[in-house]
């Protein structure tokens, strides 16, 4: 750290946290134990470092294979520098300055001094849990992208694609489905349309980061009426009118979460919002790093194609053909922008991105997809459950944004009244475990200009 901040070494580790549940519309954070952030920071931190490591000697030979021997004397300063983290975040140290000369290194830097200032010590218990697991997450790539040869390698790769392989047999029910739906001649249907959003939200669950790592049974996810009563806010029909009324502009956006089975069902989605004549042209924004395990990479988009074109599935094939044409026509256009892996909440992206924020603006609407995205939407505070979706967006509003996610953090807004207290009573990790969801929309717009 910068020798001039009043930044204090706390060695205590998580024994300085407060055993208190958090305090309503406080940022969350390890500092309290009663905290899926603390659980986080404290468990599920630890293991999927030390799984990375598992998985990198795993698949030492293949490395081996692809990289050269080089990259296997790289493999064992890589596992001992993730091991030396690892103690960091076990111990409570003080977040370290990145190094290096990507773009994002002074943007993390400049955030973590001020909270150093702001905070006495930004350690990983002691300061907002997204600027914690979001710096694991850049520290990870930090120690394979000072390696010459394995700086591009992606160590999350093999999870992903295991995840899609997993899940083989809902993505191809999924694609009896949507193909019935594509193909038969009728316009945009309000309840065609819904029930793909729903099928979209529960593809969510199937979240590595969650899972640590570890791929599970689905199968259930397609029987939509039964999951029903799970959907907590169910803006449904708001999103259908919001996106079908709305002729002042041909583009959507979908912003990614999770690859795998939950990628697929996100391209569903998209798929008929083109056939079914709601946008033009679709944008579809991926992330630029590995990033909470599962999130979309370029590389991951198109390999999830290949392996539909490539697949003994008939329909498979025929979605992967029809997906790949929409990329080669400029359909669908691939973004990847740094501003999705950097450790601020949204609000801060017309500052910190305006670009962004203005390219969002340029479409009737942006799907925000998953438990991350929703924590940046909302500011990573601990809102009263029954505060309005505008409210707790607070000043992002680039365009109508349509907010699809289970729950798996200590953030949620928009719930009616007494509903979360009575399902605590009876799920105390409801919150968590991502059972729950939220079919969200907000039709509030706020140009750059005019914040």
């Not at 603390?38 to 490591?53: E, Q, S």
């Not at 698949?59 to 300063?77: P, R, W």
């Not at 030396?84 to 973590?112: C, H, R, S």
């Not at 710096?135 to 790769?157: A, S």
Request: glycine share 4%; with cysteine; aromatic share 12%.
């Amino acid at each position: 750290m910068s020798d001039n901040l009043p930044v204090k070494t706390c060695d205590c580790g998580s024994n300085c946290s407060l055993d208190l549940k958090t305090p309503r519309n406080v940022y969350l954070s390890a500092f309290y134990k009663r905290s899926f952030a603390f659980y986080t920071v404290k468990h599920r931190m630890p293991v999927i470092l030390t799984n990375l490591i598992d998985n990198l000697v795993r698949h030492k030979s293949e490395i081996k294979e692809k990289y050269g021997n080089e990259a296997v004397d790289e493999l064992k300063t890589i596992i001992g520098e993730i091991s030396e983290f690892k103690y960091e975040v076990q111990t409570n140290k003080p977040l370290k300055l990145l190094i290096g000369n990507a773009p994002d290194v002074n943007i993390y830097n400049e955030y973590i001094k001020k909270q150093s200032v702001a905070e006495g010590h930004t350690t990983h218990f002691h300061t907002i849990w997204l600027l914690t697991e979001c710096y694991m997450y850049r520290r990870i790539k930090q120690i394979f992208e000072t390696k010459p040869h394995l700086k591009e390698y992606d160590y999350f790769e093999q999870q992903k694609q295991d995840a899609y392989t997993g899940a083989i047999q809902l993505i191809e029910n999924m694609s009896e489905h949507v193909l019935h739906v594509l193909n038969n001649k009728n316009p945009a249907d309000q309840n065609e349309f819904i029930h793909m959003l729903k099928l979209n939200l529960w593809g969510n669950k199937c979240d590595l980061s969650l899972s640590l790592g570890k791929a599970s049974d689905m199968s259930s996810l397609f029987d939509t009426a039964a999951l029903d009563p799970y959907i907590l806010c169910d803006h449904s029909k708001q999103i259908w009118e919001g996106i079908s009324t709305d002729k002042s502009s041909d583009i959507i956006d979908i912003v990614f979460d999770n690859s795998g089975y939950e990628v697929f069902t996100d391209l569903c989605v998209a798929d008929y919002i083109i056939t079914k004549g709601l946008a033009k042209s679709m944008r579809l924004y991926v992330k630029t790093i590995p990033w909470f395990i599962s999130d979309v990479m370029e590389h991951d988009f198109y390999w999830t194609i290949n392996q539909l074109k490539a697949s003994e599935n008939h329909n498979l094939q025929v979605l992967g053909q029809r997906w790949s044409k929409y990329v080669e026509d400029g359909i669908w256009t691939i973004v990847a922008s740094n501003f999705w892996t950097l450790p601020y909440d949204f609000t801060y992206m017309a500052d910190v991105d305006p670009q962004l924020y203005k390219k969002l603006g340029e479409a009737k609407a942006v799907f925000f997809k998953g438990d991350l995205n929703y924590r940046k939407l909302f500011g990573e505070k601990n809102w009263d459950p029954t505060t309005s979706v505008d409210t707790g967006l607070q000043s992002f509003h680039p365009s109508k944004l349509c907010i699809i996610r289970t729950i798996k953090a200590d953030i949620v807004v928009g719930i009616p009244n007494g509903i979360a207290e009575e399902i605590e009573a009876k799920d105390p990790k409801w919150m968590h475990n991502g059972e729950y969801g939220v079919i969200q929309f907000s039709k509030n717009k706020v140009a750059i200009q005019s914040l």
